[in-house]
Each structure stands twice: as C-alpha cells, then as structure tokens.
C-alpha cells in the first residue's frame, strides 16, 4: 500500500557526508517501523538501521553505529538516513522499507564512497 523512493544517494569521498531521504506515498506509513538497508556489490542484502514507527526507539548495526543516524517525519512521511564519516565499505545500493518484516523493495539509491 506504501510506495518508497529513496533519493539522496551520490559519489562522496571517504570521511564526506550524505542524507537519504526515503519518500512514502500512502495513508498507512505511519504505523510501520522504517528501516534502512543496504546491498553491496557480490554481497547480500544487509539490515543498516531501523526506526519505530514514533521515532522514539532506533536501532543500527554495529558496523554504522555512532555513524548514521536514522530519523522520520511522519508528517512529511520521510524517513532520513544521515551518514557521516563514511567509508568505502559503505558502498552500496540503500533502500528503505518497513521493518524489521520489508515488503516490497524499491529502486534504492546508489552510495558509492571513494577512498
């Protein structure tokens, strides 16, 4: 019923910064925890970070903890994902969808990370 499109996604150079946004369409984005996640090249698809559907509990993966931040506007219905300090290892294709059950994933957006 929730269309996502993420955006935000570009070339950065290792230490630089990004914020993706995660736009949703639909009546129900409100009641779902969001996440992020993310699919490296020759890797699988890989939790990132998650989000309550208040915005009052997050939760991340080790390898971006004290580095990405996720926050939503549930009125704007838009999830963010501010990345700093980033690495090439961060180098991937991000999506956004519910969690920690996703449904339909979308295009995502490209990250890729020079060192």
């Known amino acids: 019923q929730v269309q996502l499109v993420e955006s935000g996604g570009g070339l950065v150079q290792a230490g630089g910064s990004l914020r993706l946004s995660c736009a949703a369409s639909g009546r129900t984005f409100r009641v779902y925890a969001m996440g992020w996640f993310r699919q490296a090249p020759g890797k699988e698809r890989e939790f990132v970070t998650a989000i309550s559907w208040s915005g009052e509990n997050t939760y991340s993966a080790d390898s971006v903890k004290g580095r990405f931040t996720i926050s939503r506007d549930n009125a704007k219905k838009t999830v963010y994902l501010q990345m700093n300090s980033l690495k090439a290892e961060d180098t991937a294709v991000y999506y956004c969808?519910?969690?920690?059950?996703?449904?339909?994933w979308g295009q995502g957006t490209q990250v890729t990370v020079s060192s």
């Open positions: 969808n519910r969690a920690p059950v996703t449904n339909y």
